[in-house]
């Protein structure tokens, strides 16, 4: 059989594993005891102006219970790089302003992709966690609690990498839907929820009852009094009798104010008084500013800019209604104060989400055309009962709020922090589960008689990556036993120069087959390492056994004391090269006699007619594609997750297969 002839069949094996992961040594990288005054730090975002109201009213909650504390407020999108940063913003709302089917379309996917992968540090991280623990650091907090999902993502991350071991940490969850949220939840101490309802989702997510309350939103409420009505309409020269409705679509301004004012204008009989907030959208400022030219004497109208908190919560106070986005929290203080709130849908994704489930509770109605909104005004305005019965169930989700709960979370000295115990996928831990059956469905659906395997480092760091080989690790299985040089073995100590393994010890293993071994470098390769397999199979069983002879020569060879390892003369690849001889298969290599660095031409030359990938959850179908199409595809992501994929390539492309589910621990 001919090298080409031998290519018939190619198998891909990509275990896509964390890089080796942190024992109890990494936990004292992490941060060190905090100092004697306590000390929080509370992440927001500034993409809304939701998370940074939350983050302002849980640190007047701390304050109120402890004015000597020290709160540190924190915009995790400070560490993004300053272009991204304005990139990725003006994308985000580009995107939700102009093409809302779009914006949707990626909400779902990044929300299923969010429940599929096997660890979340797998999926896209606009924020940096060396930077994140590098303030942590240097700060030395108490605890750490975060408003914005992408913020307490990238803590449960350090967690899980073991950085964090003293510092409590805690995560507002500012929407009203579930997603693949409950993952974050498991990764840290306690998750604060807005309604029962979602605390009951999370709970049947397998969030242990101890890291999930349903502590409402935080809100910033201003005092109500006899005079407050008349003292905030009278700033902005308005009338304390008159019907008035407070429109506001958060700090950009997202929604079509000028169809809705004109709607509402038309459809509300006798005197409307109408406010509309337009944050920082100038534009549709202007646009009210015309329109104000031509609305009937009946309606008064005051476009005004972007508001400081205080002032916008004055003014929804006093408001017999409020029309708004549906983001988390301006919904939230509409409820606070009792006020009735119409949602226009806007903006999809998670705020559509939001709406949904707002409406359902009763405690807004929901608007999908802003052309109708001034009739569903003027509707619920003439209807006394069903102002009440939502009143009624903002009145519910008030009671159900306790926000006291999150400071006394973060001040909590007695409260000690979760200690993960990093042990699988490290050396003498745990490995992964079902491994065997796992092969045993690859080996049904590509069988081979012997396989090449290349194993190359993961890791990011520039230190490894130079001392690396940079062809990374060569290995041949023949049959059932994986034979690989192993660069520390020492004649006086071990008695193979081989590795003499099992795919899975080689792939999986946590425990050294000899005394001199690295663990995934040697053996265990999954748990830091990327490794491709071509698989080959209908070797005849005399090179077979031709191949096995000349193994045990190299270790006699060893053993005598004449062959060593050698990182030029005699490597890994020479020895797979050597074996494959062995067996009588023969390759010119021009580049090896002028002493340049080769690996063999089979690598860059394998095709296939398709390709699946299994995970130890099940098999699936991958787009046709060449070997160096995939590697490009599987090495341009970051492989830290705590499982591990096999990747082969077959001749038949006919059905999705399934296998043996597996699991890691």
Known sequence: MNARSMLARIAVLRPRVCARLHGAGALSAGITAPPASKKLVIFYSSIGHGHTSAALAIQDEILRQDSAVRVVLQDIRAFMHPVWRRIDERSFWFLANNFPECFENLFRAMQARGNRVPSLSLLPNDYPEEKVLAYLRSEIPNAVLATHYGAAQVLGTLRERGLLPNVKIGWLHTDFFEGYFPRISKRIERTFLAHAELESRWLAAGVPADKVVTSGMPVRIPADSSEARRTSLARLGLAPDVITVLLTAGKEGACDYFTVVDSVSRHCQGPVQIIAVCGTNATQQALLARLQERLPPSVTLKALGLLPQPEMMSYMRVADMVITKAGGMTPAEAFAMGTPAILLDVVSGHERENAAMLA?????????????VGKLVADFLADPRRAAEMRNAQREFRQGADIARIARFALDESFIPTRQILTFGVENGTGALNIDEALAKLADEAPADIELLLSYATSRSPQRLMIANPFGRLAIRVGGTVYSANHLAAREIDPNLLQHLSLADYLYGVQRPSPSQAHTSTYGMAYGRATLGLRVPGIPPGCIADMVAEARRIEEEFAQGALRYDRTDFNCGDVVVRILQGGGYRSRIPLKRLGLPTMPRTFSSGRGRCLWKTTPCGWNWLPTGTYQDHKRA?????????????????????????????RSP
Request: glycine fraction near 4%; hydrophobic fraction near 35%; aromatic fraction near 4%.
């Open 634 to 662: 599987i090495t341009s992501r970051a492989f830290r997750s705590r499982s591990a994929n096999l990747c082969a390539r077959s001749r038949g492309f006919s059905r999705i297969r399934h296998a043996t589910r597996s």
């Open 360 to 372: 359902r509770l009763g405690q807004a109605e929901l608007a999908t055309d802003m052309a109708q």
